[in-house]
């Protein structure tokens, strides 16, 4: 079992910052493919950004410009960088991890959440 706990979210005004982390309870960032999600009250979940084992990054087009993800394999770490904030970023951010080996998809795992509000 792979225990991925988040971190970082919070109040914030409208043009501020917030770093969310999620540190994973063992060494899987060269295996998995690490996803951010949200998912505010009434709306569907969607993904924010992803990082593959290969550093490669993808984000949705409402936050390209503002965010960014980055990973820090000695700390098991993935992390989300949030600038620029806007009230429609507003939202629980989940942390997805998805076994990727030899070219397969493993198991999938989250995190527990963390809310963001960013106020107008």
């Known amino acids: 079992q792979v225990q991925l706990v988040e971190s970082g979210g919070g109040l914030v005004q409208a043009g501020g910052s917030l770093r969310l982390s999620c540190a994973a309870s063992?060494?899987?960032?060269?295996?998995?493919?690490i996803n951010w999600y949200r998912q505010a009250p009434g709306k569907q979940r969607e993904l924010v950004a992803l990082i593959t084992s290969a550093n490669i990054m993808h984000y949705a087009d409402s936050v390209k410009g503002r965010f960014t993800i980055s990973k820090d394999n000695a700390k098991n770490t993935v992390y989300l960088q949030m600038n620029s904030l806007k009230p429609e970023d507003t939202g629980r951010y989940y942390c997805?991890?998805?076994?990727?080996?030899?070219?397969?998809?493993?198991?999938?795992?989250w995190g527990q959440g963390t809310q963001v509000t960013v106020s107008s």
């Open positions: 063992q060494t899987i960032l060269n295996n998995y493919v």
């Open positions: 997805n991890a998805v076994q990727l080996t030899g070219g397969n998809y493993g198991p999938s795992y």
